[in-house]
């Protein structure tokens, strides 16, 4: 039960650090530049590789599932349209944002944790230089800027992915895949995914960073808050991505989708 407290006690916490950064970029306007710059390499260009893999084999897998089934029913024509649905509007945001969450978000909390039980955090604020500016910002903006990159770079990987096996193992030329992928796919489609990847780009750099930054009880609570961080930024991108698609792709929706 104590746990649970805490656990909601900092969630709350990260609310208010998503505040203070909107507030420190429209009202300080101050940005360290060399610190948002080696944020983004981390998120994007170390995460690059293990992105494209994941991506690579997921369209593959994705299109095993459904070609048979779609042959079956004589509708091979389409395949290329519906992976490129699932990929675009699902697959692609969430898979990456796992990884990231993982891989990136991880290590935030535990490169801030470890800053804050050493005392790193106490000797910014000696030299006058604020936390939030310095370590906290870069980071929501590199992956706020990083994400959308490595989901349409994932979306295009799976795709590839799935034309492969398409024509090597159920002989669907790459014209008619093609001819399904434009077909079925829509502006708001591709919008959808890149709003998708920036929230979720700005869910993980806040948990990250706040359960870093309130971390506590030396080494072992610098491994409990990266622990828990993981967590609770994979739990907070599934549910944001539940109201995402409800609020992208529910009834409210399809009057805005419809002009795209």
Not at 14 to 31: P, S, Y
Not at 32 to 46: F, L, Y
Request: aromatic fraction near 10%; charged fraction near 10%.
């Amino acid at each position: 039960m104590k746990n649970l407290r805490i656990w909601f006690v900092k969630l709350f916490q990260t609310f208010i650090l998503a505040g203070l950064v909107v507030w420190h970029l429209l009202i300080k306007r101050k940005l360290h530049w060399r610190n948002t710059i080696a944020q983004m390499s981390v998120v994007g260009t170390e995460s690059l590789l293990i992105t494209l893999v994941t991506a690579s084999f997921v369209g593959g897998v994705f299109t095993i599932q459904v070609a048979k089934e779609f042959i079956n029913f004589g509708a091979q024509q389409a395949i290329g349209g519906v992976l490129a649905i699932a990929l675009t509007r699902e697959l692609s945001p969430v898979l990456t944002a796992v990884i990231i969450a993982g891989r990136v978000g991880s290590a935030f909390a535990a490169e801030i944790g470890t800053m804050q039980v050493t005392e790193q955090i106490d000797a910014l604020y000696m030299l006058r230089t604020d936390p939030v500016d310095y370590l906290i910002i870069p980071r929501v903006i590199a992956c706020i800027v990083m994400m959308p990159v490595l989901t349409v770079l994932s979306l295009i990987t799976g795709m590839a992915g799935g034309m492969v096996i398409s024509e090597s193992l159920y002989n669907i030329p790459y014209v008619v895949f093609l001819d399904s992928v434009l077909n079925f796919l829509r502006t708001w489609d591709l919008m959808s995914a890149v709003a998708k990847s920036i929230i979720f780009g700005a869910v993980i750099a806040l948990i990250g960073s706040n359960w870093g930054i309130t971390t506590t009880g030396g080494a072992k609570g610098v491994g409990e808050s990266t622990t828990t961080a993981v967590v609770t930024a994979l739990l907070a991108i599934f549910i944001s991505n539940f109201l995402m698609t409800w609020l992208l792709f529910g009834d409210a929706s399809k009057n805005l989708a419809s002009s795209f």
